[in-house]
């Protein structure tokens, strides 16, 4: 890795608490939950802490969803989804498990995705004292989260134990291995996905792993009934829009839904309708549980 590219990723890393600042205006619900409990849950890279957001009412039983934050594998910082994390437990009463993964330049592929699938496996095991059933897991993220939660449900298919109810792939990074040609302006620049390469799939080769790149999966089939949301002008739209056709043609329930005239921070950039959209995900992963 070079110099240069630790310092920058390092920095990211540091600093996303202060720099990362979106969904402030999209606080449409649970501001009134209490500040969410942290738990430690075991993977095969060690403890990671997970912030339970608990529903204050009637939650369903045995359900639960994971959810995978945004930031490039490079900004450990998962707050900055705490409004939409609140948003859901408290529009589907179901805690929402916010999970606190490592990330560049500190660690490397596939350490982030081996630690989410282990929590989300931890959780679909029963979760300890929270009680959870197997068959009432979903799991979903943004940006690089909508990565994890593809590959997520990738390596639960791959290993046959079990199977998340829903995955939620939001404005999902799914393909770090081809070398696009998309010269479009956008938050998502070429430099930033170079950066991601070189610091979290510094090995050229695993760029190209299925768990690491969905998009590149020969098999689609088998996966769980999926919620893809792309944005208009969105670099990443292109991922989306590939991976929502490939698992429709692979025989998976798919809802497509993309944003009209926004970038990444599709949510924020229009938040009149950023409330159907918000709504529309609540909805579905309820729908999954029961």
């Known amino acids: 890795m070079r110099l240069s590219d630790r310092i920058t990723a390092a920095t990211m890393h540091a600093t996303a608490r202060w720099t990362v600042r979106y969904g402030e205006e999209l606080r449409f619900a649970g501001s009134e939950l209490p500040r ?68 560049a330049p500190y660690v490397t592929y596939p350490v982030a995705h081996h630690q989410c699938h282990d929590i989300a496996e931890w959780a679909a095991a029963g979760g300890n004292d929270l009680k959870l059933s197997s068959d009432r897991i979903s799991v979903g993220g943004f940006s690089s989260g909508g990565n994890l939660a593809a590959s997520v449900s990738l390596q639960a298919r ?18 770090f291995h081809t070398e696009h040609n998309h010269n479009e302006p956008g938050m998502i620049t070429p430099q930033l996905r170079q950066l991601v390469r070189r610091t979290y799939f510094p090995d050229p080769a695993s760029r190209r792993e ?54 990444h921070y599709f949510l924020t950039e229009d938040p009149v309708r950023a409330r159907t959209t918000m709504a529309m995900v609540a909805k579905s992963i309820r729908a999954a549980m029961c």
């Open 210 to 263: 299925a768990w690491a790149s969905p998009l590149l999966a020969t098999d689609l089939s088998g996966l769980p009934p999926s919620v893809v949301l792309t944005a208009e002008r969105d670099v990443l739209r292109h991922d989306g829009r590939r991976y929502a056709a490939r698992l429709r043609e692979a025989g998976v329930p798919v809802h497509h839904d993309e944003t009209p005239g926004t970038d």
């Open 158 to 175: 791959d290993g046959g134990r079990w199977l998340p109810a829903l995955q939620v792939l939001g404005i999902p990074a799914l393909d």
């Open 36 to 103: 969410p409990r942290a738990i430690r849950v075991p993977t095969r890279h060690g403890r990671v802490r997970v912030y339970v957001y608990e529903p204050l009412t009637g939650p369903v039983p045995g359900a639960a969803h994971v959810h995978f934050h945004g930031g490039a594998f490079l900004m450990r910082y998962p707050f900055m989804d705490d409004w939409w994390c609140r948003y859901l437990a408290a529009t589907t009463n179901i805690p929402i498990l916010n999970v606190d993964f490592r990330t």
